[in-house]
């Protein structure tokens, strides 16, 4: 009798002991989860930002929204290396043009690698209607995360041809 009592005391906790496990797996991946949609939001929000400073003129927003060692290829193939080289023509000349234009955009995929890197493709159009222009992009954003921060470090811009 004892030894069936003892055989089924050790079964019971065998089995605790297997529940534990899974149970702290199953919240460890859950954590990881929460943590990788927590990360999946911070990007989008960066590549929001991008878009919605250069849309409306916001020299300040832009300017924080830029990595130092940013690098771009332009829609010509023309290579823009540098923060400055990537701002200043931005802010100095296309923010300050006499017309209204607009860049709506939809992004159309993105990934994000451990929260420290990640890139997104746009489906986009420079609009500027009192000079007859809507221009179709697909561009290539490229994101790095340093000290909890998402900036833009390329920006490919190739024109949709119909």
């Known amino acids: 009798m004892r030894k069936r009592y003892y055989a089924v005391l050790a079964g019971l906790v065998v089995a605790a002991a297997g529940i534990g496990v899974p149970a702290a797996a199953a ?52 290579l823009f290396i540098g923060y400055d080289a990537n701002v200043d023509p931005v802010v100095n000349e296309q923010f300050k043009v006499p017309y209204e234009y607009s860049m709506p ?30 221009r179709h992009y697909t561009i290539s954003l490229t994101l790095v995360r340093e000290h909890g921060k998402w900036q833009v470090i390329k920006d490919t811009v190739t024109d949709v041809v119909p």
């Open 27 to 78: 919240a460890s991946d859950q954590r990881a989860e929460t943590e990788r949609q927590a990360c999946q939001r911070a990007f989008d929000r960066a590549v929001w930002e991008d878009m919605d400073s250069f849309n409306k003129r916001d020299e300040a927003r832009y300017r924080a929204i830029i990595h130092q060692d940013m690098v771009t290829v332009g829609r010509r193939g023309q």
């Open 105 to 134: 955009w939809t992004v159309t995929h993105t990934v994000v690698e451990d929260c420290k890197m990640g890139f997104a493709i746009l489906d986009a159009y420079y609009k500027v209607p009192s000079q007859n222009i809507n």
